[in-house]
């Protein structure tokens, strides 16, 4: 089968880009504001917990980052030894096809992310203002496990991209476990808005619980 033939197949199966329903997150966010202090100033212990966890993952990503790069000099030096032109230009097309795929998947992570710290920022002042949010910052806490995780499928899938090589002896198990490991990044962002979205309603549920005891107390 010609090179052609994996990329129109490759370009096929991922298609249909994970696209997600920020916007549902978003307007529930912002709708805490009614019951939100105005008070910047408050120091923000869930914030600070997350921002521990986010430079755990940043460390974790930075080794991975490093193994990758020595991964890629190893590889760049074999492929220039024993590839053909034709071939070269084929594993070219290949990773290109999946690092478009790639990107869409960091650019989700990124607003994800940013997601994140503003459902950390809602926590804080919510408690502050003495509604019980136990049950947010721990859903929050396994949320920022779930980003972790979708970080590091995203890089793994990465990985398994830079390490196409058409001028191996078995193209199609190396092509095949690059599509798995972007299939599995796909999954493991879908896990993470999942875990926020559960977020969202934590907190919306508390904040229309305070409300009520408000409207009752008066």
């Known amino acids: 089968m010609t090179a052609n033939f994996w990329v129109d197949k490759i370009e096929l199966s991922m298609k249909k880009v994970f696209l997600l329903p920020l916007f549902v997150i978003l307007l529930a966010v912002f709708s805490f504001d009614a019951f939100a202090i105005s008070n910047d100033q408050s120091v923000g212990k869930m914030g600070e917990r997350l921002e521990e966890l986010r430079l755990k993952r940043q460390e974790i990503r930075d080794r991975n980052l490093e193994k990758r790069q020595m991964l890629q000099e190893n590889l760049q030096e074999n492929r ?28 989700a992570l990124l607003r994800l992310d ?3 710290e503003r459902l ?37 899938a990465q990985t398994a991209v830079d390490s196409i090589d058409t001028s191996s002896g078995d193209v ?11 299939k599995n990044a796909k999954e ?19 904040a229309d619980l305070r409300s009520e005891e408000g409207e009752h107390a008066n």
């Open 120 to 156: 950390a920022s809602r926590i804080d002042k919510l408690k502050a203002k003495g509604v019980d949010t136990s049950k947010a910052e721990a859903d929050l806490a396994a949320a920022e496990a779930a980003g972790a995780e979708a970080q590091a499928a995203i890089d793994a």
């Open 80 to 107: 220039e030894a024993k590839k053909e032109q034709f071939k070269g230009e084929a594993a070219t097309r290949i990773r290109n096809a999946f690092a478009v795929i790639l990107r869409r998947y960091n650019a």
């Open 188 to 206: 493991s962002l879908k896990k993470y808005h999942k875990a926020l979205v559960l977020v969202t309603r934590d907190l919306k549920a508390s």
């Open 114 to 116: 940013k997601i994140s």
């Open 172 to 182: 199609r198990s190396v092509v095949s476990a690059a599509k798995d490991a972007v």
